[in-house]
């Protein structure tokens, strides 16, 4: 359970553990941000798409008052901001949104906005949504409904051109060994849709901060995973969500998935769903490889390897030790 007093923000507007929901359903009303979107839409889909997925997370924080919904916003919202900073044509907050609703976000998330410019994020925006989906799910929802269920949001919000934000593969990984037992599927999305310098910045920043280090072992020194238990590893294409194809051909070799089709192409290492999604399985089900030592000083090499990308990108603002954490719920 997090603390409330990390969300504890001035003395009107105090969170402890229940979203004003008052207030973000006001940032609902505010007609100037959409129209301001709209006045981008012509420029360049990064803005209003960013502005469509700040507004539709706000909404859903407004209508769930959870609180690792609200943990997964504002970190979403650091990821969205870092990105327009970086972004080709850089764009910031102030760009992203209306005067009226910038005040009214940084009044319940001050720290996304207080930090991006100088904070990495662990994952992209959409890797966020992905588990404020999962996290919504009921007792009864199965594979397909929380498919589903992105899928409308991804609908719902309405995002156009090249720059939406939105993964275009997610991946469910579990273990099959136990057939009495119903097996947590762990989901993740692929970094594309970002753009190749966020890319390869995600990736050196998920090797240090947020993969299994077996997994940014895997990415970064092509060292195959060998998984002591089966595994299911399945990949979607986000707009064809129900339809599984095969992984690709560096996921198929770095952790020896079986799938009868032949792999879908080559990614960069580390740019895939399986990646995350099988971090996350080997965070939350598997004691012994959590209790693993870095005996391959992998995370120093990470961190160099970040402290290079950030320097060759002209990032200096950033510091590969500093990255943007909201208070731990479950490790991802
Ligand atoms: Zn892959």
Known sequence: MVSCDYYTLDSSHQ??????????????ADTRFLERAEDFRSEDGFQTNAAKIICGVVELCANHENMHIITLAEEMLHSIFFLGNIHVRKCSPEMILSSGMLERVRKVFPRPLASYSTKLPRRTPFSCLLDMVVTLRTEEDTEDDIKNHLSNLITRLGLVGDHNLIAA??????????????????????????GYKERKILIASSCVHTWHHYVSLAVM?????????????????????????????PCRELFKLEHADPPTGNNIYGNCAEVESLSKLL??????LRRVRDRTGIKTKAIKTLSNRLKEFGLVSYDADEVFRPPPTRRI
């Open 221 to 249: 020194e092509k060292t195959p995973v060998t998984f002591i238990r089966p595994v299911r590893c399945r990949a979607f294409s986000v707009d064809s969500i129900h339809t599984e194809k095969p992984p690709c051909k």
């Open 169 to 194: 593969t997610i991946c469910v990984s579990y273990y099959t060994d136990d057939q009495h037992k119903p097996m947590f599927h762990y989901y993740g999305a692929s970094l594309s849709s970002t």
């Open 15 to 28: 969170l402890c553990g229940r979203l004003h929901t008052s207030m973000l359903a006001e940032n609902m």
């Open 283 to 288: 965070w939350n089900e598997d004691e012994r």
